[in-house]
């Protein structure tokens, strides 16, 4: 400790020394510690001297600012609280005007933090000449960070101030440079709601105008949701009035990143802009709807396929049936892939508007077409959305034409399209029943278990385990543990490690009895297995099995005996069944489990070795 | 090495060229683009994954030799007798308002795949476009002084690089359009036109068999005819109308390049129409990956399919803009901001051969219209800064760059600071994008340009380099290493000297890189004469900085080559200043035994910090 001179634990000393290090990692971990720094310093000394020093000497790499820029804005305990907090604003103001979007962000993003802390009276006499320098500064840099400070500031100014906040935020918004046109409207967003509908009207619609109208598509583009936020403000019919020709221009604008933008938001916008008046949704939104299912992109009509059943909700089920629905049967057959996948996704969201007749004479045909689709991902997504319809109206009706669609899946080149399908399985076995199941889709559930990857192996064990909660573990025993039995004694070892595994997989969903008569004799076999990864799964296997059946013995009931009618007991009976359950599943532990761990222990393998002591250990 | 062996090896074959190309900056230009060419033969010999890749890489493999020849200059192409079977891009010529002079040498059309043999010139007609050549590069020598109150020249030749990757796929376009157009497989993701709702034309007679009287009529009508837009995806649609369309700008072409005529205003403003209906749209959504994962080798270009049309027009509206008869006066009411708004924004274009159209179109309205310029460089800085800022794609920036490139060359001395603010506000940021190789020979260019103009501007390009230098991304350390390399080439000893430092300390970095070929390319700056020259000269500061980097290297590299090249960086130092070297190794001995204690040290201050700060903690809380 003596080697530590005064002089040198001046702890702006000790960052000066850090911040001078070549590796910027380490220069990154001393500013992440500046908090540790300022608390040694105490917060008079930090407001007179670290920040006049990191003001001063900072001119390191981006990533160590970004760092500095985030840490600023916590920094308001170490100064002495918020009464300070302007001390913080001159190295924020430097870094807001920096060429790095990153550091920028972080700049703004703690400068608003600040500003939260602040009170108004702070907030009138430090941040609006900041943001008037920034607004006004020359490089576009600076007034890209202004316009993400104006929704803070603007809620803790005098009436007065605000008023020039609203003229300088026009400045940016006819700035010549289409950055700061930008920042500007995606800020505009969040400045609405803080300010009066009178003065909207007034002031930020025809900010609105000017940038709707832009040269660039990229500034026009960020006007939707401008329009979204004042339609929110103002209500419906005054943004009509004011709004609804620029809107109509947007709907049908020359690029189609502007059309992308509208068909994204639709919903919203029909809610935000015609909620309620069906006039305007009938003369204006669908059409519009209309057109951009037809759109010449196919990006658009994805993003617009989306909004279909959000869209239909508003308007009435006529039009959906005269306008929009012969769209729909087009897209059906779009040449675009992701459009008719994004149209696979929520076409079913359709079902419940329609009504049951309805979606039999409409939606049925395009459900039946798309799950013959030569793209999986569009079969997949019907699939997945099927309850939605099922619950309208039933499944059999579509049963017929599932199966080959899920047994195409089934056996998909993409093992993550298999993957998909068999996490389906257990909701389709419970809406198709157990005799359509056994009889179409048992072996397919069977067959994945010998799948090439072992992700595949891997989800049809799990399903297995949901199917025997879906059907019983009568059926279990009776249909799906031979099969496993079976597979365990393939010649692959991979094989017959799925087996395993599912066999552990499976027991918690089945009785004592199952455990004790089919999966442990199983297990037994494999521990002698020639492969040591199998006799050392084994091995902890054992252990999972013994826990198991001693929560089980300890449970007065278990949920899939339910199922099994013999072996329901009557309540009174219920201490004594437990009693003896306990005493069976000791039997069982002490004179199956522990002697095959014993063996397993004296195994040639070191690992086998290890994991059997383990499981002996666990067992106690 | 290959690349390396050829720069050299093509940096003689231009010394003794005949007539290299025009300006002092013709040298450069040349090691640049021939760096490239090496790169690209190099790219040819791997073998493509691609089915089929025989005729392919046989036809690349021609057009990289093809792509090398060219390099030298226009003459040696004429001379080499390789006869381009497609149409080359037109010859780039003077961009400031043409002398008389140029309207005897009247500029032969390149023939194009949609007018074959029917239309004049023959492929083989190479020569006289050579002495076109040549009498533009001799003109454009004069013209590099500027005129009286000129704050720019436009300098006559855009000779900047062609991009090195991307220029064998654009020959192959050239020579593989045709079958590849018909493929079924192929992703079209084409440019939507609004087509015409009447698209039935009539034959109308050729200029030259009506009275003189009647041509500004048929001119007129002409153009009125190319107004009509037809849709291309549908190939059995309208063809007799598509076929008189083609005719008619093939004839609009014709006329505007060989007869002499007093254009009306009412001419120009159709003209610029025609252009504008023709070719402004919107760009369609992106097909092929962005960025650096985009292999021009790999991935197909996207082609519009309405080309046959589109190529026309470009050289139509060229052919208008270069005509002797033209008169940017009465053109600037049409040729205006907007229009050059709308040129920019097709600049995204995934089609290449349209970009390059695009390049020729944009610098010579650069050149021409003195009140747009301006304008334009603004425009372009703001399509930087998108693409630096905020989406990281824009298709167009290798092409911006050399127009860029071409008017850095013709700035005024001493430099505007607008113009110093462009270099480290625009140009130095570029480096910044992951892309940076789709166009970074483009922009070294311009930013040798720069400090072969203001030779005090070198110090603030090296440190932005060092900036931006990159911290995991190999490929491009080695393209900012090259770009060292050429800045070394006009490196002045004064300069070198304020920049030695840092830039050394970024060097042993790359040196002990574990990427080989950073290491190595950082290591070949030592088979460099003028940089060991620099370097001997300042060893007292340098070798300290180096020491530890090339010692622990020399000591054991997992690539043997490295660790030879670093022994022989070794070797040097020590014969150079046998005293100093060994003090750093003493020196290097003393701290790397001390640098566990210097470790702990460092530990027990912050130690003690947080431990002060922690009575301060408290304190504050008793408070």
């Not at chain 1, 906040?165 to 500007?184: E, H, I, S």
């Not at chain 2, 030298?72 to 390789?82: A, K, L, P």
């Not at chain 2, 130095?428 to 994008?433: N, Y």
């Amino acid at each position: 400790m003596s080697s530590v001179s005064t002089d040198e634990l001046y702890p702006i000393a000790v960052l000066i020394d850090e911040l001078k290090h070549d590796d910027v990692s380490l220069r990154i971990a001393a500013i992440e510690r500046l908090s540790t720094i300022a608390l040694a310093l105490g917060p008079d000394r930090t407001r007179s001297e670290l920040i006049p020093f990191l003001e001063e000497s900072l001119d390191d790499e981006d990533e160590v600012l970004t760092v500095l820029a985030e840490q600023l804005g916590n920094f308001v305990p170490y100064i002495g609280g918020s009464q300070y907090a302007n001390v913080l604003l001159p190295p924020l103001e430097s870094f807001a005007g920096v060429e790095e979007p990153l550091v920028r962000d972080k700049a703004v993003e703690s400068l608003n933090k600040i500003v939260n802390e602040m009170s108004s009276n702070q907030v009138e006499e430090y941040l609006l000449p900041l943001v008037k320098n920034l607004t006004t500064a020359d490089w576009f840099t600076s007034k890209v960070s202004a316009t993400g400070l104006y929704a803070a500031v603007y809620q803790k100014v005098t009436s007065q101030s605000k008023g020039g906040l609203r003229q300088l935020f026009g400045q940016l918004v006819y700035d010549d440079a289409p950055m700061v046109r930008r920042a500007a409207a995606t800020h505009l967003t969040g400045l609405i709601p803080y300010i009066d509908a009178e003065t909207v009207v007034a002031d930020i619609v025809p900010f609105f105008l000017y940038l709707a109208q832009d040269d660039q598509d990229s500034v026009r583009l960020l006007t939707i949701d401008v329009l979204i936020a004042v339609s929110r403000l103002l209500g419906p019919e005054v943004v009509r009035e004011h709004l609804l020709e620029q809107l109509k221009k947007l709907f049908a604008d020359k690029s189609w990143r502007v059309r992308y933008m509208v068909a994204d938001r639709f919903e919203q916008l029909a809610l935000a802009v015609a909620a309620g008046d069906e006039m305007v949704l009938k003369t204006h939104f669908v059409p519009a709807m209309v057109r951009m299912l037809k759109d010449s992109e196919a990006e658009v009509r994805t993003v617009i396929a989306k909004q279909i059943p959000g869209f239909c909700q508003l308007v009435g089920r006529e039009s959906v049936l005269e306008d929009i629905l012969p769209c729909i049967e087009d897209l059906v057959n779009d040449p675009s892939q992701h459009v008719r996948a994004a149209l696979a996704t929520k076409i079913s969201g359709l079902a419940p508007i329609l009504g049951k007749d309805l979606t039999i004479k409409y939606l049925l045909p395009m459900f039946l077409q798309m799950l013959k689709d030569e793209f999986p991902e569009v079969r997949l997504n019907i699939i997945c959305k099927l309850e939605l319809v099922n619950n309208v109206i039933g499944i059999d009706l579509l049963s017929q034409s599932l199966l080959p669609a899920i047994t195409q899946l089934a056996q998909d080149k993409q093992w993550r399209v298999r993957l998909a399908i068999i996490e389906y399985i257990p909701l389709l076995a419970s809406q198709l029943g157990m005799e359509f199941f056994d009889t179409q889709l048992r072996d397919l559930c069977i067959a994945w278990l010998h799948d090439n990857v072992y992700s595949i192996r891997d989800a049809a064990t799990e399903n297995l385990k949901n199917l025997t909660k879906v059907f019983g573990v009568a059926w279990a025993k009776a249909t799906i543990i031979p099969k496993v039995i079976e597979a365990g004694s393939n010649p692959n070892y991979l094989y017959r490690m799925t087996s395993c595994v599912a066999a552990t997989t499976l027991a918690p969903v089945v009785t004592i009895d199952v455990i004790r008569d089919d999966l442990l004799p199983f297990l037994n076999n494999l521990a002698v297995d020639p492969i040591p990864n199998i006799r050392f799964s084994v091995a902890r296997s054992y252990e999972t099995l013994q826990r198991l059946l001693l929560e089980k013995a300890a449970e007065p009931e278990l949920d899939s005996d339910a199922m099994v009618e013999a072996t329901t007991p009557a309540p009174d009976e219920d201490a004594r069944a437990r009693e003896v359950r306990v005493a069976d599943v000791n039997e069982i532990i002490r004179d199956i489990i522990v002697p095959n761990l014993e063996k397993l222990k004296e195994d040639e393998d070191v690992d086998v070795r290890f994991f059997a002591n383990k499981s002996l250990q666990a067992i106690g | 090495m290959k690349g390396f062996k050829q720069r050299v090896l093509s940096r003689s074959r231009s010394a003794h060229d005949q007539s290299p190309p025009a300006g002092s900056s013709g040298s450069s230009a040349t090691s640049v683009q021939s760096s490239q060419s090496g790169q690209s033969g190099k790219s040819t010999n791997a073998p493509t994954g691609n089915s089929g890749s025989t005729s392919r890489s046989s036809r690349k493999d021609s057009s990289a030799k093809e792509q090398s020849s060219r390099t030298n200059s226009d003459s040696s192409r004429g001379s080499s007798g390789q006869s381009k079977p497609g149409p080359s891009a037109p010859s780039i010529v003077i961009g400031t308002p043409p002398p008389a002079t140029t309207t005897s040498s009247v500029q032969p059309l390149q023939p194009s795949p949609t007018s074959p043999a029917t239309y004049q010139g023959s492929p083989g007609s190479a020569s006289p476009q050579t002495t076109v050549g040549n009498a533009v590069n001799g003109l454009s020598a004069v013209m590099h002084v500027p005129p009286p109150g000129a704050t720019e020249t436009m300098p006559g030749d855009l000779t900047a690089p062609r991009h090195g990757q991307r220029s064998p796929t654009f020959d192959r376009l050239k020579t593989g359009i045709p079958d590849e157009i018909g493929s079924p497989t192929r992703r079209h993701h084409s440019s939507r036109f609004e087509v015409s709702a009447k698209r039935e034309l009539e034959k109308l007679p050729g200029f030259h068999e009506v009275p003189a009287t009647n041509r500004q009529d048929l001119f007129f009508k002409k153009i009125e005819q190319c107004n009509v837009i037809f849709d291309f995806g549908d190939p059995s649609s309208d063809m007799k109308s598509k076929e008189i369309k083609r005719v008619a700008l093939h004839e609009l072409l014709d006329f505007v390049s060989t007869t002499r005529f007093t254009y009306t205003e009412q001419m120009y403003a159709s003209v610029v129409d025609m252009f504008a209906r023709n070719l402004f749209r919107p760009i369609p959504p992106p097909v092929n990956p962005v960025g650096d994962i985009y292999d021009p080798d790999e991935d197909e270009p996207v082609l519009e399919i309405a080309w046959p049309h589109m190529q026309v027009v470009y050289e139509f509206f060229l052919k208008f803009v270069e005509s002797p008869d033209f008169q940017h006066s009465v053109a600037k009411a049409y040729i205006d901001h907007h229009f050059v708004q709308q040129l920019l924004e097709l600049f995204d274009t995934e089609d290449p051969r349209e970009r390059d159209y695009l390049k020729t179109t944009l610098h010579r309205i650069y050149g021409k219209f003195l009140n747009l310029r301006s304008f334009i460089r603004r425009c372009i800085n703001n399509v930087f800064f998108q693409f630096i800022y905020e989406t990281g794609r824009f298709n167009g920036v290798a092409e911006l760059l050399e127009i860029l490139g071409s008017i850095i060359n013709g700035f005024a001395l001493p430099l505007k600071d607008e113009h110093k603010i462009f270099l480290t506000r625009v140009l130095i940021p570029l480096h910044k994008a992951k892309s940076l190789s789709l166009y970074h020979p483009q922009l070294a260019y311009c930013i040798v340009q720069f400090i072969e103009k203001d030779p005090s501007l070198t110090e603030e390009v090296v440190l932005g380099l060092l900036h931006y230098w990159p911290k995991v991304n190999s490929p491009k350390e080695v393209m900012f290493l090259n770009e060292i390399e050429d800045i070394f080439e006009i490196l002045e000893s004064p300069e070198f000297l304020k920049i030695q430092v840092p830039l050394f300390q970024q060097l042993a970095k790359c040196v002990s890189s574990q990427h080989f070929q950073v290491a190595e390319r950082a290591l070949y700056l030592w088979n460099n004469e003028y940089f060991v020259a620099l370097m001997s000269e300042n060893v007292e500061t340098i070798l300290p900085i180096m020491f530890s980097a090339l010692y622990r290297n020399a000591r054991g590299h997992w690539n043997r080559t490295i660790h030879t090249m670093v022994c022989n960086a070794v070797k040097m130092f020590m014969e150079l200043n046998p005293t100093l070297f060994e003090e750093c190794a003493a020196l290097y001995r003393e701290t790397e035994e001390h640098a566990d204690s210097k470790e702990e040290h460092r530990q027990l201050l912050w130690k003690q910090v947080e431990e002060s700060a922690k009575r301060n903690a408290t304190d504050t809380m008793v408070q």
